[in-house]
């Protein structure tokens, strides 16, 4: 793809955060604040986060990397609903690496978003001057360059779960409620369920990896969208996907990352109502 350099003050709806390493400090830039809590809990976190910085990948950067997301439809300067986005973050956040998020306007996307990103999607990320498209690119491509921790989930186990998104849209989707969508989510997520009674609780066992930070988010718009257009979750039945899904919503570096609800359910309109 093509090389180019955002314009600070282009007029996007621009925010940056920054994790200043060096100096232990955490400094913030207009109102965006993924994070729920205090503010001094808010920097409590950042700061113990950042002291973990300089013994890992975090060491290898000197300046934040820019990282262009969707900015939320529903909240001025939030964050936006894109599973794939949040996979980056996610990744960036247990690689304890600074960021710098660009919220792009999706309604009225601006020129220099388009010159760093043709096709118009998020996420791209800055990686050494070159910008990068597409979540499973950006996270191979963060997983080489900053290795420590590790996050590569063994081959053999990378497509475990993999059939979900695609099913959960086709249930979405679905306005005859016998045309075998919703049996064929619950299949997918019984296999997940057996899996992780038999491997858990993460994909790879006891360390969270990469697969983990692919379908979290997923799930989490599998959670919300399907409450709400179909009063629909995952059943009892089910209780290590249930309890997977508690334990990552719940990771300090997925409650800084997730969307709100309501774009969740604003994103996935158009589709439900298609
Ligand atoms: N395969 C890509 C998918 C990225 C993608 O589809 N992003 C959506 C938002 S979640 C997007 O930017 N769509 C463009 C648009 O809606 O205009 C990835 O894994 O990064």
Redesign the pocket.
């Known amino acids: 793809m093509s090389t180019a350099r955002i314009n600070p003050s282009a007029s996007a709806i621009s925010t940056t955060i920054k994790h200043l390493t060096g100096k232990l400090q955490f400094a913030r830039t207009h109102t965006f604040s993924p994070l729920k809590g205090s503010g001094r809990s808010r920097r409590n976190t950042l700061r113990g986060r950042t002291l973990t910085v300089s013994a890992s990948s975090a060491a290898a950067v000197s300046e934040p990397l820019e990282v262009c997301v969707?900015a939320s439809i529903t909240t001025p300067n939030k964050l936006g609903?894109?599973?794939?986005?949040q996979?980056?973050l996610l990744t960036l956040e247990e690689k304890h690496l600074p960021y710098d998020i660009k919220l792009v306007d999706?309604a009225k996307?601006p020129q220099w978003f388009l010159k760093v990103s043709p096709?118009?999607?998020?996420?791209v990320i800055k990686i050494d001057e070159k910008w990068i498209?597409?979540?499973?690119v950006?996270t191979q491509e963060l997983e080489e360059k900053f290795p420590d921790p590790p996050l590569g989930t063994p081959p053999e186990k990378a497509s475990v779960g993999s059939k979900i998104f695609s099913t959960f849209i086709g249930f979405l989707k679905s306005k005859d409620p016998n045309d075998g969508t919703e049996e064929a989510l619950l299949n997918e997520l019984t296999a997940f369920n057996d899996y992780l009674k038999e491997n858990g609780p993460f994909v790879n066992g006891k360390q969270i990896s990469a697969a983990d930070l692919s379908l979290g988010p997923k799930l989490y718009h599998l959670e919300i969208s399907l409450g709400h257009y179909k009063n629909w979750s995952v059943p009892d039945s089910l209780p290590y996907v249930k309890s997977y899904m508690k334990t990552i919503f719940s990771m300090d570096s997925f409650v800084k990352t997730r969307a709100l609800p309501e774009d969740v359910i604003e994103?996935w309109r158009p589709k439900v109502m298609g």
């Open positions: 969707k609903d894109c599973p794939f986005t996979r980056v999706f996307k096709e118009g999607k998020v996420p498209a597409d979540s499973d950006i994103g």
